[in-house]
DNA sequence: ATAGTCATTGACTTTTAGTCAATAATATTG
DNA sequence: CAATATTATTGACTAAAAGTCAATGACTAT
């Protein structure tokens, strides 16, 4: 990498680290593109060179933390099912509490504004989500942890729509219950009673 | 009621009826204020006699749907938690799927949408469908349907969240899927599942 | 008949997202 | 090393549309 493309990187780092602290203090609406190239010390159309539109940031800002479960996913194969999904809820809401209230909300919005493109990246995440979760149950089907006859389409959206459903009910609520200990809580309480039917023990 | 009182009415149902079909067919952000306008066949400033922003139409658009629900939920004394239960469930997806996918996205983007002030009443539909349930819950342990120990505040958290999860879900995978067809499935499936620990037979 | 009320109007203001031609700094080529 | 090409940066500018408001006039109340 030359000197004017490490010059270029840290130019978008800059622009996302100044867009993140004004994302969590200010939230998104009330913060406008020239706000937040100020803070970064650059001029309003740099922000384009590295942007489409305003509200791109916030999806580069929280990609970074949801993508690396994906990759822990991965490396989860020795695990019980159970064990499984516990780490991933935990792991989705660790993120969602880390980047804190504002981008949660504001990631929703966007994924939700169909001005993005149906195949903008964020908008798939959802269906990515679907794929990941969809693999750890069809694998336990393989393993003969889970019966042969486990509805896994049908439990894959169940459990999505419940981890999407805590993010936006945590941003609905303005924050008012700990999205760690509800998961955990789920997780610990309801998770097998889910799978009672199919697991084999 | 009046001449006056008469018309004014008559004026925003023109709106809201302008604004229903735009909306469904193009989506929020393609339409402005003046297409509304001109549809109901006003001028651009009566639009704010009566909506303070362009989308608090939105907001009265969904309103009369999910509203009858409480009613109905009043009226369902008789019945067991489990069937209670699945017609909320059935009656607010209804409620989506009639809405229809663009008014939906919109309406949860606004809920999210900080600029809406925390008093907004559709801000506080969350916390207003959560004490509806609870009220559901705590009244089926009263009459010894549930256990005294049953944990209604987290059955609450659980099911309110799969209920907004699947309609977030379903505005996120584009409507790839049937929201009444899931919650059915849910209900018959999962519903048991999550509550037989606390079921006195 | 008169004064008062209030929905309606559309031109106007304001805001801000997004554009773009000019510039300057770096990279490439011969 | 000089000449040329590339590309990130700049900030003044444009465009679009949300939201305002003083003037109007149709209706109401007394």
Request: net charge neutral; proline share 2%.
């Amino acid at each position: 990498m030359n000197k004017r493309q490490k010059a270029a990187q840290e130019t978008k780092r800059k622009l996302i680290t100044a867009g993140l602290e004004l994302l969590k203090e200010k939230g998104f609406d009330s913060i406008n593109v020239e706000d937040i190239t100020k803070k970064a010390g650059v001029a309003k159309g740099t922000f384009y060179t590295y942007f489409k539109r305003k509200e791109d940031i916030v999806l580069d800002i929280s990609r970074a933390p949801f993508g690396e479960i994906a990759d822990e996913v991965e490396k989860m194969d020795g695990l019980e099912i159970i064990d499984k999904l516990t780490h991933y809820f935990n792991r989705f809401m660790e993120c969602v509490e880390s980047c804190g209230i504002n981008v949660c909300r504001q990631w929703t919005r966007d994924v939700l504004d169909p001005a993005n493109a149906p195949d903008n990246k964020d908008r798939q995440k959802w269906a990515y989500d679907v794929d990941m979760l969809k693999n750890i149950l069809n694998s336990a089907v393989k393993k003969g942890e889970l019966k042969k006859d486990t509805p896994v389409e049908l439990l894959t959206h169940i459990l999505i729509s419940e981890l999407y459903g805590m993010m936006t009910c945590w941003c609905m609520s303005d924050g008012k219950f700990e999205p760690l200990d509800w998961t955990e809580k789920f997780c610990s309480l309801q998770l097998k009673a889910m799978l009672l039917h199919y697991i084999i023990k």
